[in-house]
């Protein structure tokens, strides 16, 4: 922010009164952050000095504060710009005289097939992970014994969706399980049907899947390549890191196994294949991770921690502080590669980086589970998103009867507005309230985020991108942006576009 050639306010103590703001230091900025207006600005020390007697002491004339640190008429030219900025209400100047709009989707567009409960690994943290003797009685299926979702079931979810989009034309259609590459046969019929209800319709569809990546063979990727399928490996970095938790079914670690399969579908889609890494307790060397993925190929990466589960692999508060020292790092690291003509998407700060280069809305919700975004589980019933199905409280309907509107209008009205962490939160516009399903775990309900530890990481990685921002040229950001688009996940792509 540079103060000067601005005109000096003719009464300071107008000025007593400022808009929800955020003030932080990070990576050797000071950076001001507007909640309202959703523009953030590098400041001077001044400034920073500036913002902090006016919040902490609203009836102190800043003038005689900061009379033994600055001079007065470069405090007149701060607040003066201050009050353009709009940071005394109101917006500021050249931009439009609203907030941006806060957006609450809820067209149906996106869907989920569960195609089957069954794996070929067994992850010592997943969400879903049971016994096979165990679970008919499980609150989550994923590990069941039984077959995978029938075709006719497919189909009534497909056509569902071209039915309840409306006039909505960009489509998404995502396999999921278990291992959704156990049942290829299956895909392989879904994939012709959802061809032909495009040119029936004018509709188009994305199509993705998530695997392990074990059953990555010549003949499945050149299927995948053919028929435009977008697909996103889990893969949690060099081989003792990942075969720490991601394990074969007889315990011995799955790196070696995967690998041929990943270099088999980079080669086919080089630069341009997802990974997607979790992170357990201890387990936080995020640089290393990444640098590892990145030379074996993978143009996008994304990182989550896991919250939900065991005791013993859920992260706790002192990993939280770990992972936002190694996020600056990789801020660093960023900016850094984008400055060398090397681009790649840590969809983590990537998606904040490109949420905050052009304001357009304010975020209503995280993602668009239980609203744009619904899984079919295999014995067809929705669910809000994968993470939910089994879990009858949040059963939300079928193909035949439709959507349940009672849970699906709960989510819809829980805002960040509404929700009682979330409305105090100074990141609520940018972050949308977290992931429902970790609420849930951390909570019991959808009330509340689970602010001691997803929100920490949230707001920080949301600083960082501020940071990297202030560093990077606009055509280094609008490419950054695109590589976002093109990778990331389409319930929450479905949150940052139009209507």
């Known amino acids: 922010m540079q103060p000067e050639a601005h005109a000096l306010p003719q009464n300071p103590k107008l000025f007593q009164t400022l808009n929800e703001l955020h003030l932080f230091r990070v990576l050797g900025k000071t950076i001001l952050y507007n909640v309202i207006t959703m523009l953030f600005y590098e400041v001077t020390d001044l400034v920073h000095d500036l913002v902090c007697s006016l919040a902490s002491s609203p009836d102190t004339d800043p003038l005689n504060s900061l009379a033994g640190r600055h001079n007065k008429e470069e405090i007149l030219l701060a607040l003066a710009y201050l009050e353009e900025e709009g940071f005394f209400g109101g917006m500021p100047a050249g931009v439009q005289s609203r907030p941006p709009p806060l957006k609450k989707r809820w067209g149906i567009r996106h869907l989920e097939l569960m195609v089957t409960h069954a794996c070929n690994m067994a992850c010592r943290y997943c969400y ?196 936002k020292r190694r996020n600056e790092g990789l801020a660093v690291f960023l900016v850094s590669e984008v400055r060398k003509g090397r681009y790649f998407n840590y969809s983590n700060l990537v998606k904040f980086i490109r949420q905050t280069r052009v304001v357009r809305e304010r975020l209503a919700h995280y993602c668009g589970a239980g609203r744009t975004y619904f899984a079919l589980s295999q014995d067809g019933d929705f669910y809000p998103c994968h993470r939910f199905v089994g879990m009858e409280a949040y059963r939300m309907g079928d193909p035949i009867r439709g959507i349940d509107e009672t849970l699906r209008r709960t989510i819809l009205d829980l805002t960040v507005e509404r929700r009682p962490t979330c409305k105090e939160c100074w990141a609520r516009y940018l972050c949308g309230g977290g992931c429902w399903k970790h609420a849930v775990d951390i909570h019991g309900g959808l009330d509340r985020p689970d602010s001691q530890l997803s929100c920490e990481i949230i707001r920080h990685q949301i600083e960082c991108a501020m940071a990297i921002n202030s560093e990077l040229n606009v055509a280094d950001q609008d490419i950054l942006s695109e590589l976002y688009e093109k990778a990331t996940e389409p319930y929450l792509i479905a949150e940052k576009g139009g209507d």
């Open 128 to 323: 879903g992970s049971v016994g096979p003797d165990q679970w008919e009685g499980a609150s989550c299926l994923y590990g069941a014994t039984t077959g995978g979702m029938s075709f006719d079931v497919a189909q009534s979810g497909i056509d569902f969706l071209f039915e309840a989009s409306g006039p909505q034309k960009e489509l998404s259609v995502v396999f999921f399980g278990g291992e959704p590459l156990l049942e290829l046969s299956l895909i392989e019929k879904i994939v012709p049907y959802v061809r032909r209800k495009e040119e029936e319709t004018g509709k188009n569809v994305d199509l993705s899947l998530s695997t392990n990546g074990l059953l990555l063979t010549d003949a499945v990727v050149k299927f995948l390549v053919a028929n435009k399928i977008g697909c996103q490996v889990s893969i949690d970095g060099p081989p003792e890191l990942h075969d720490a938790n991601r394990r074969l079914q007889n315990g011995k670690g799955s790196y070696e196994r995967i690998l041929p399969g990943i270099r088999r579908l980079i080669a086919a889609r080089p630069g341009r294949v997802p990974a997607r890494v979790t992170v357990s307790r201890g387990s936080v060397d995020l640089p290393r991770v990444i640098d590892h993925l990145l030379r074996l190929g993978f143009g996008s990466i994304h990182i989550e921690p896991v919250i939900g589960v065991a005791e013993d692999m859920r992260i706790t508060p002192e990993d939280v502080e770990a992972i």
